[in-house]
Structures are given as structure tokens and as C-alpha cells.
């Protein structure tokens, strides 16, 4: 079955950096687009970045600029570069991938995806 397994997370001052990976297997093809979301102690979780199968990114306003999203389609990894973290990017990260592309209406909608991981928290102190 299709797994997707986020490592990365940790504890790291404002204005540090870290890059998440998320490990897709179980998959024949590669997934036409895939995306990072994020979800703080009582709120919702929200979009973060997506790629799509030609390379096109999509990021929320929040992180733009900051973090980059990528993929090794050799490695079937993806990646999520997060450069200048503030104590507000706190918050439990998830990859996801979808079984059809990416819009830009749609590309940080949960119900775009229907395949998830467990998280790794990343935490962000002042």
C-alpha cells in the first residue's frame, strides 16, 4: 500500500532553517502532485507549499519567500526547505499526494489529496 513517511522535524531558534523529506513507496508512477501542510495546537490545518508532475509550485503567503518546496522523483522523496523560521511556523507537518493535479483553487484543500503521513513536529522557538 502507499505509505508516506515525513522526517526532518525538530526544535530550532527564529531564524534557523530546516529541510523536511517525505519517503513515498508503494506507488507505481509518481503522483501528479504532492504538498506539504501544517497543523498548530488548536487550529486548523492549513496548506503549505505544493509541486505538481511538471515541476509548478504553489505556495500560502505565509511562507513564500522562506520555504521551498521540491521533489527527487529518482528518490521518490519530497522535500520542504524552510529557511527563516519564526516561533509562528510551529506546528506538526504533513506530506500528502494527490491522484490528480494540483489547481490553484485547489492545491491546499484537504480533499485534494487522499494519501497522507503521520507528521513530524517542528518546532520554533523565539
Known amino acids: 500500500q502507499v505509505q508516506l513517511v515525513e522526517s526532518g522535524g525538530g526544535s530550532v531558534q527564529s531564524g534557523g532553517s530546516l529541510r523536511l523529506s517525505c519517503a513515498v513507496s508503494g506507488h507505481p508512477t509518481n503522483f501528479y502532485c504532492m504538498g506539504w501542510f501544517r497543523q498548530a495546537p488548536g487550529k486548523e490545518r492549513e496548506g503549505v507549499a505544493s509541486i505538481d508532475s511538471d515541476g509548478l509550485t504553489m505556495y500560502s503567503d505565509s511562507v513564500k519567500g522562506r520555504f521551498t518546496i521540491s521533489q527527487d522523483n529518482a528518490k521518490n522523496t519530497l522535500y520542504l526547505q524552510m529557511n527563516s523560521l519564526k516561533p509562528e511556523d510551529t506546528a506538526m507537518y504533513y506530506c500528502?499526494?494527490?491522484?490528480?493535479?494540483?489547481?490553484?483553487?485547489?492545491?491546499?484543500?484537504?480533499?485534494?489529496?487522499?494519501?497522507w503521513g503521520q507528521g513530524t513536529q517542528v518546532t520554533v522557538s523565539s
Open positions: 500528502a499526494a494527490a491522484l490528480y493535479g494540483c489547481f490553484s483553487y485547489s492545491w491546499s484543500r484537504d480533499f485534494t489529496y487522499t494519501y
